[in-house]
């Protein structure tokens, strides 16, 4: 069953790209989520085909890539987040040190995740629920620290944007993502709780085609 899950994600991301591609295409800071979708398209689809491809070094290889995507791209929905405060018109979002802050955070979260989780990481396979991948040899002792801050700036933003223009989605993907992966859930899955990410990035590429749909409107 998780093998077919992780297929249906990678396609489910696939469209949301397309979509990115088709309908939010004004090029600014906030067409940095294409990056986090391509990640999690290439995450996913690896994921998915990981027992097709057998262990071994091209499987291996390849999924070094998952961390370091995950290293580069993840953190700049912090980026993400100040863009649509920005895009909204949002005052306090206009000036130049809050550009400068959210781009300071996003590369010390680079940094953080570079140093503590992905800079000489060692990988082994795991087998689980039908699935072959690749993981830390080193299980993390506590929760994701890079994730938890990103987090805190897409909640940030999306209550400050529900509160400015009515646009809740933002917000809403945001806490049922961080919600649901705090949440233990007794499921004989390591796919099921993916569809959090997955709602929350379907929340985050509508609410860009949305404030795209608005500037070109405007």
Same mark, same amino acid.
Request: with cysteine; hydrophobic share 55%; proline share 4%.
């Given at each position: ?53 057998? %262990? ?9 890539? $998952? ?19 920005? *895009? ?6 206009? *000036? ?9 955070? +996003? ?5 953080? %995740?570079?140093? +503590?989780? +992905? ?13 072959? *991948? ?40 945001? /806490? ?15 796919? /099921? ?19 795209? $749909? ?5």
């Amino acid at each position: 069953m998780d093998t077919v899950l992780y297929f249906i994600y990678t396609a489910a991301y696939l469209v949301l790209l397309i979509m990115c591609i088709n309908f939010g295409n004004i090029w600014d800071a906030s067409s940095l989520l294409f990056l986090v979708v391509f990640g999690l398209v290439y995450d996913n689809g690896l994921i998915a085909i990981g027992k097709f491809l057998g %262990e071994g070094p091209l499987l291996e290889n390849l999924s070094y890539l $998952r961390f370091w995507f995950h290293a580069f791209f993840t953190p700049t929905l912090v980026l993400f987040s100040w863009s649509v405060l920005n *895009r909204a018109g949002i005052e306090f979002a206009k *000036r130049k040190i809050v550009y400068i802050g959210a781009l300071l955070y +996003t590369i010390a979260l680079v940094i953080m %995740e570079i140093i +503590t989780e +992905t800079y000489g990481i060692k990988i082994v396979p795991e087998r689980e629920h039908g699935l072959l *991948r690749y993981v830390s040899a080193e299980p993390s002792s506590g929760p994701p620290l890079m994730v938890l801050f990103v987090s805190i700036a897409l909640i940030t933003a999306g209550a400050i944007l529900w509160k400015k223009t009515g646009w809740k989605w933002m917000l809403i993907g945001s /806490v049922v993502m961080t919600v649901g992966s705090a949440v233990p859930i007794p499921v004989e899955s390591a796919a /099921v709780t993916n569809g959090f990410e997955l709602f929350l990035m379907t929340t985050l590429v509508a609410t860009k085609i949305h404030q795209d $749909r608005q500037l070109k409107g405007a």
